[in-house]
């Protein structure tokens, strides 16, 4: 089961220290919230955690392997990171389908599948560039786990979604902890936050200032 160890991390840029002395273990079958304002360094640490940005110092492990030196990248990772971008001229389904013949983890079904797992239908040719914000969200949400990876990691998916669209991620949330997957997550709503999480790691200023375990640890 993966594991992820983010090891005394901090992240400068320019003048700017956006994390400072981050250290988090994480383990698959678990839901790790992250909690804070604007700026408070949530998506950098996600950032960090894909690999698209180094620590200044510090280090994160995946699996006991050195992101940036043992390893680019974690091998088998799912995202949702800030606004999610796809192209305009072509529907859901063919944005996802492409997208899985790059890797071809993803069987076309398995699209279909994560399409409506989301509340979408894969049958739909509407364009992408024609999809409301929601829509947009829930294909977002689809292609981070149409892939069945060890790591989940969604950026305030609830964004734009209405009561039904905010219960639909809880239980796509649900399903990938009972499957194994490592998950982190965002949220600015506390309540939704603490109903989908195990743990919750609270950030200011780039600091981790409280940790939360809301299952006890089981």
Do not use: W
């Amino acid at each position: 089961m993966v594991q992820i160890d983010v090891v005394h991390v901090t992240k400068r840029i320019r003048k700017n220290t956006v994390l400072k002395d981050v250290t988090a273990m994480m383990h698959g079958g678990r839901i790790y919230g992250l909690q804070g304002v604007n700026g408070s360094g949530k998506t950098m640490l996600m950032r960090t955690i894909i690999g698209l940005i180094r620590p200044s110092e510090g280090r994160v492990l995946i699996n006991g392997r050195i992101l940036g030196k043992d390893i680019e990248f974690p091998e088998n990772i799912g995202f949702l990171l800030e606004n999610p971008a796809f192209l305009g001229r072509y529907s859901g389904f063919d944005n996802l389908n492409m997208l899985a013949s790059i890797r071809k983890l993803a069987s076309s079904e398995q699209v279909r599948e994560s399409i409506r797992a989301v509340g979408l239908d894969p049958a739909d040719k509407k364009k992408y560039r024609k999809y409301s914000l929601g829509m947009k969200q829930r294909l977002g949400i689809a292609a981070a786990i149409m892939e069945a990876p060890d790591i989940v990691i969604l950026d305030e998916p609830t964004n734009a979604l209405d009561e039904a669209g905010i219960s639909l991620v809880k239980g796509i949330l649900s399903g990938q902890k009972k499957r194994g997957a490592l998950v982190i997550v965002s949220c600015h709503d506390i309540g939704i936050l603490k109903e989908m999480s195990d743990e919750i790691f609270k950030l200011d200023a780039g600091r981790v200032v409280e940790h939360l375990c809301l299952d006890g640890g089981q």
